[in-house]
Every structure is written in structure tokens, then in C-alpha cells.
């Protein structure tokens, strides 16, 4: 009977979901940092979690940082209206995601714009750059650092070499209208779906291609989805981290300066890595036999020339200042593409 009643117990205990204790203690204020990406492949992921190891090894007692990887938490859809009702506190969605708030975030999904994420940082740590992290305060969204991800890719389920031929295609795309219109220009189809549906999407033929970085087609296995990747370091995929401008002043101002200086410190040590941590993840799916196509010169020139005329359309919201700031940002760098810089 004693077995019976243990067996029983054993049974009930194993149907319970698992709830992890909470790491935080009673008094500190708690961080809940919401992000759709993997923790361990990219660097986002690998990025938050520094951070909140960090705030809770040195701010223990006053501040408690929980990082919610995998879109477990929140997707990008949705964390932004969360974060303003007060549950969640911080995420570091990619900047087109942001289009409800602010246009200017446009000007990072320019096809061709940045050769590099070199180029990238010097726009972004550029007064212009500095400047466009406060363009949602008025709407109660505090930007505090501009995280790098990496230069994206495209991929598709039957080889892509010239423009051509993606035409008629289905991409996946995040909810941009940049990159809506840079779709189009390629004559396929645009469609926005959340990332963490991503690859059943590619898989299940609701889309044919998609584009991003080599971190996510690998954290993803978008590539064993795929006919093959092929590197176009069209784009950058670059990520606002963002939390309430009612949590951050809420904070006595001595724990918030503590805070925003090791998310600076962070920010500035994790960017410099990030060209690292996306060849890792470029060699990871060769190892894994996945197919990469590279460009000659002249096929890039096609890319580049079919996918021009979207700049035209979005000057306008992006700030021709920011444009002129970013273009000569871009110059000094070499314009042949690459992961970092
Ligand atoms: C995507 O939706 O493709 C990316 O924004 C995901 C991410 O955060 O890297």
C-alpha cells in the first residue's frame, strides 16, 4: 500500500510542470529581460545574460536581472505593450520592430547601406546615432544601448544567385515596411511572421526564403531548411535595448547609474565580439553540411541595383540627416560586405 501511495506521488510530482525558483531575493527590484533569441548562439542572448550575471554578482541585495530567452516570455509582437503596462522590463527587440513607435529606426533596414557592422558602430556611437535612441521617450520607451547582431543573409528552398531569382518567392520578413519594399523590389512576396515560427514556416512551405543573420539561421536550423544561404550582407540586423522611461526614473538615481554603467560596459565588450561570435556560427553550419553560396562581384551588383530604388521611398522617415550620417559612416569602410568589421 506504502509503494502504491509513493508510486502515486512519484506520478502526480513528475505531472507538475517544473516552476524554477525565483533567483531573486526580497527587497531587490527585478529586471525581467524578455528576448526571442537563443542564450547560448546569439549574441543578444549570449549578451543579456552576461549582463545579468553581472547586475546580480555586483548590485545583489538592490537589483535582481532574470533573462526569459526563446520568445518564453514575450514575443516581439507583444513586449513592447508589456513593458509599458510594467511586466516586463527590458528587451532588445531588432529596430524593425519598432515601426508603432518611431520611423526613424527605417534607416537600418536600407538595403546596401551598411558595408559592415563596423560602419554600423561608428553611425551608431555618432551624434546622430547617439540621438536616435531617445526618438520613443515620448511615447514612454527609453532607448539605452544599440546592441550588434550581424550582417543577414538571404535563404531560400531552390539556389538564389541573381535577383531573378528570387522572383515569385514567398520571404519570410520581421514586421518592417523597409523590408516589405525591398522584397517586392526582388518581384517576390513579402511576409511578416514572428521569429520564433520561423523555421516550421520555411519547413512547412507557408514561406520559401527568409533572411538573417548567420547567428539565427544557425541557433534556428533555418539551414537545414533550406536549398542553401547565400551571402548577400544585404542588411544588418541591429537591436535597440529599450526599457520604460517610468521604470528607469523610478529607480533611485545611484542604482540606476550603477545599472546603466555595467549595461554600458557590457554593450561595449559584447559588440566588440560580435564579428567572433557570427563566424562561429557561419563555420557551424558547414560543419553541419549546410550549403553557403557566395557572389561574384557582378551578382552583387545586381542585388545591389534591384534592391536601390527602396531608398527613395523612405528618406523622408528616416531623417535625410541620419542618411547623410550613416552614408558617411559607411564610406570609410571597404564596400565588399562581410560579418563584422
Ligand atoms: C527576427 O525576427 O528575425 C530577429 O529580430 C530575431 C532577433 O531578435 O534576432
Known amino acids: 500500500m506504502k509503494a502504491l501511495a509513493a508510486a502515486c506521488l512519484l506520478t502526480l510530482a ?3 510542470p517544473v516552476v524554477a525558483a525565483s533567483p531573486c531575493q526580497p527587497g531587490e527590484i527585478v529586471v525581467k529581460f524578455a528576448t526571442v533569441v537563443s542564450p547560448t548562439d546569439n549574441p543578444k542572448g549570449i549578451a543579456a545574460q552576461i549582463f545579468a550575471d553581472r547586475v546580480n554578482r555586483a548590485m545583489k541585495g538592490r537589483v535582481c536581472v532574470i533573462v526569459y530567452p526563446n520568445s518564453m516570455l514575450y514575443d516581439d509582437d507583444t513586449v513592447l505593450q508589456a513593458m509599458l503596462q510594467g511586466d516586463v522590463q527590458m528587451a532588445a527587440p531588432s529596430l524593425s520592430k519598432f515601426e508603432a513607435f518611431t520611423k526613424v529606426f527605417r534607416l537600418f533596414d536600407l538595403p546596401f547601406l551598411f558595408p559592415d557592422i563596423a560602419a554600423v558602430d561608428r553611425f551608431e556611437t555618432s551624434p546622430a546615432g547617439e540621438r536616435m535612441k531617445s526618438a520613443m521617450v515620448d511615447r514612454g520607451l527609453a532607448g539605452l ?24 518567392l514567398k520571404f519570410r520578413i520581421q514586421p518592417s515596411a523597409v523590408l516589405a519594399a525591398e522584397i517586392r523590389a526582388l518581384h517576390a512576396q513579402p511576409m511578416s511572421i514572428a521569429f520564433a ?43 535597440l535595448v529599450v526599457t520604460s522611461t517610468a521604470f528607469l526614473n523610478a529607480m533611485p538615481a545611484d542604482t540606476r547609474s550603477q545599472f546603466l554603467g555595467i549595461l554600458h560596459a557590457v554593450t561595449v565588450e559584447r559588440n566588440a ?33 534591384a534592391m536601390q530604388p527602396v531608398w527613395a521611398e523612405f528618406r523622408t522617415d528616416v531623417g535625410p540627416e541620419n542618411l547623410a550620417a550613416a552614408e558617411a559612416a559607411s564610406r570609410v569602410s571597404e564596400p565588399t560586405g562581410g560579418t563584422g568589421g
Open 14 to 16: 513528475s505531472a507538475l
Open 145 to 168: 544601448e544599440f546592441w550588434h547582431s550581424g550582417m543577414k543573409q538571404f535563404s531560400a528552398n531552390r539556389p538564389l544567385l541573381r535577383p531573378g531569382d528570387a522572383a515569385g
Open 197 to 239: 515560427d520561423v523555421h516550421d514556416a520555411l519547413k512547412t512551405g507557408v514561406v520559401d526564403g527568409q533572411e538573417n543573420t548567420w547567428s539565427n539561421i544557425y541557433a534556428q536550423k533555418i539551414y537545414k531548411v533550406q536549398d542553401g544561404i547565400t551571402e548577400t550582407n544585404h542588411g544588418v540586423l541591429e537591436y
Open 273 to 305: 565580439a560580435v564579428t567572433k561570435v557570427e563566424a562561429k556560427s557561419r563555420a557551424a553550419i558547414l560543419a553541419d553540411r549546410g550549403t553557403i553560396r557566395s557572389l561574384t562581384p557582378d551578382e552583387r551588383a545586381e542585388w545591389v541595383a
